[in-house]
């Protein structure tokens, strides 16, 4: 079974940082693309960052200039780097890995899901 997790949620004040992670069981070739979703209550779940391929990287307009997405390895966990934390960043953030994998001659793309990690900032 498929496991995607996150950790590195919590409560921070406005203008403060957290780290991220996201850690998959999914063989790291097979990665097509990593990344950060976020979801606060009554609203749409939002894109804010992505990890595609061997390093092209896409961001929320919202988020340009204060998170980064990366990883240290190709085997490493994925890491949003949150800075200049705002009220309006509180949400549940998620995961999102989507595999590739190539059966005979079809290519075959799942999406997988981590369960969430909350960020609150205070004001």
């Known amino acids: 079974q498929v496991q995607v997790v996150e950790s590195g949620g919590g409560l921070v004040q406005a203008g403060g940082s957290l780290r991220l992670s996201c850690t998959t069981s999914?063989?790291?070739?097979?990665?097509?693309?990593v990344g950060w979703y976020r979801q606060a209550p009554g609203k749409e779940r939002e894109l804010v960052a992505q990890l595609i391929g061997a390093g092209n990287t896409n961001y929320a307009d919202s988020v340009k200039g204060r998170f980064t997405i990366s990883r240290t390895n190709v085997e490493s966990p994925v890491y949003l780097q949150m800075n200049s934390l705002k009220p309006e960043d509180t949400a549940v953030y998620l995961c999102h890995v989507r595999e590739r994998v190539i059966v005979g001659l079809d290519l075959r793309e799942s999406d997988y899901w981590g369960q969430g990690t909350q960020v609150t900032v205070s004001s």
């Open positions: 999914i063989n790291v070739f097979n990665i097509k693309l």
